[in-house]
Every structure is written in C-alpha cells, then in structure tokens.
C-alpha cells in the first residue's frame, strides 16, 4: 500500500511570512500532483510534477519533486490571506495505476 | 470550456435508500475516477473507469457500491441502501486518454448526508 505523509498537518502564519508544506513516501511515484481545496468544493489543481529533482515555480508557489520521486515539497513566499485554504499532495503510478494516493492535507491559514 | 461537472451538489437520503451520483467529465476526457472524503479524513480512491470498463475497483466496498461510465452519458456511482457511515464528499474526477492518467481534474463533488 502507498502511504503519503503530509506535513504539517495545520499551518498557521502572518501575511507576509513564507511557509513550506512537506509532502514524503517510501514509495516511488511516477508524478505527484499539488491541490488546492476551498470549503464546499473539490481539489483544484496547481501543478503536477513529473521528473525527479524537478522545480517549478507558480508565481509566490514553488514546487519541488525528490530526486527520488519519494517526496515532494510545496514552498509559499510573501503568504497573503488569499492563499489560505487546503493544500493537498497526491501521488501517481507506481502500482497504482491511474489511481491517486493522497495525502492528510495541510490547513494553511494566513492572517492579515 | 466547461469542467467536470457533479449533480447532485447535496443530497439527503434516510438510512435504507439508494443514492445515485452522477459525473460528468471534461470534454474529451475519457477516464473517470471516484474519490471520497469522510469528516477529518483525507481523499481515498473508490473507481477508476474508461468508458464501458471497470479498470480498478479496488477501493470500492465490496457490498452495495456500484460504478458505471456508459458508452452515452454521465458516470454515475450508485450507493444502495445507505447507511450513515456514507455520508460523506464524493468527488470524481477525469483525464484525458492515453497514457498521462496522472494529471486528474476534479468535479466540485456531492455532499451525501445520511439521516
């Protein structure tokens, strides 16, 4: 069974500060992919990342996949109060195909 | 450009009922999956579908869960006599075909409460 552990589990900071969200399996995924829920509705997607040692950069958001592709790592600068919500990893492949494993999800809240 | 789309958004049912759950996904999408999010508890894979094929139903309760993806019209997962341990968020989500299964594109879900 693939198991994702997602860290922390609640996140909670001033506007302004930067933050890193953890994302570590024993496994080995062929991709892993970044979601981000809000209250009442599904997992929106930020990013999919596919190579190991991959970077990828959505403006304040930056995503990092293992050398390894055993984990994953989700880095915010300059938090601001919109970038709170739910943020969940998911991994792909391996055994499991086209099925996601995903992680226990952070809840990031960011105060004015 | 429409998004996968989920009807009902809420439905009530009392223990004992079938609840019926319907998925439509992205234009030229032909894989379809189910997820469901219990209160607390992460996403857990139920169904992996293509149209007119069960792929991987390996998270799906063995009894009285059923998932479908017709070769005209929308998936739907079907739940028979409801219990309250069902209420929960179902989600579905879709890709593209081919091989890149990976990147999944989520419905807004279903909110099943079980009186």
């Known amino acids: 069974t693939q198991l994702l552990e997602q860290s922390p589990q609640f996140l ?9 969200v953890y994302c570590n399996s024993s496994s080995v995924f062929s991709s892993l992919q970044w979601y981000r829920q809000e209250p009442g509705e599904g997992p929106v997607l930020l990013v999919t990342v596919v190579t190991g040692g991959e970077v990828k950069k959505l403006k304040r958001l930056t995503f990092q996949f ?6 994953s790592s989700l880095h915010i600068t300059a938090a601001q109060p919109g970038d709170t919500g739910l943020y969940l990893c998911a991994g792909a492949g ?4 086209g099925k996601l494993t995903f992680g226990q999800g952070t809840i990031l809240t960011v105060h004015p | 450009n ?3 789309m989920q009807n009902p958004r809420h439905l009530v049912r009392r223990r004992g009922q079938e609840a019926r759950l319907r998925c439509s996904p992205m234009k030229g999408h032909s894989h379809v999956y189910w997820y469901r999010q219990l209160p607390e508890e992460g996403l857990k894979f139920m169904v992996y579908l293509q149209k007119e094929n069960i792929i991987d139903e390996s998270g799906m309760p063995k009894e009285r869960f059923s998932a479908e993806f017709p070769k005209e019209g929308p998936s739907i997962l079907r739940i028979q006599q409801v219990v309250r341990g069902d209420s929960a968020a179902y989600f579905c989500a879709s890709s593209p075909p081919g091989i890149q299964t990976d990147t999944q594109y989520f419905g807004p879900g279903t909110r099943l409460t079980v009186l």
Request: charged share 25%; proline share 0%; no cysteine.
């Open chain 1, 94 to 97: 391996g055994t499991s195909y």
């Open chain 1, 12 to 20: 909670s900071i001033q506007e302004g500060e930067n933050l890193t």
């Open chain 2, 2 to 4: 429409a998004g996968v």
């Open chain 1, 66 to 71: 293992g050398d390894a592709r055993k984990d």
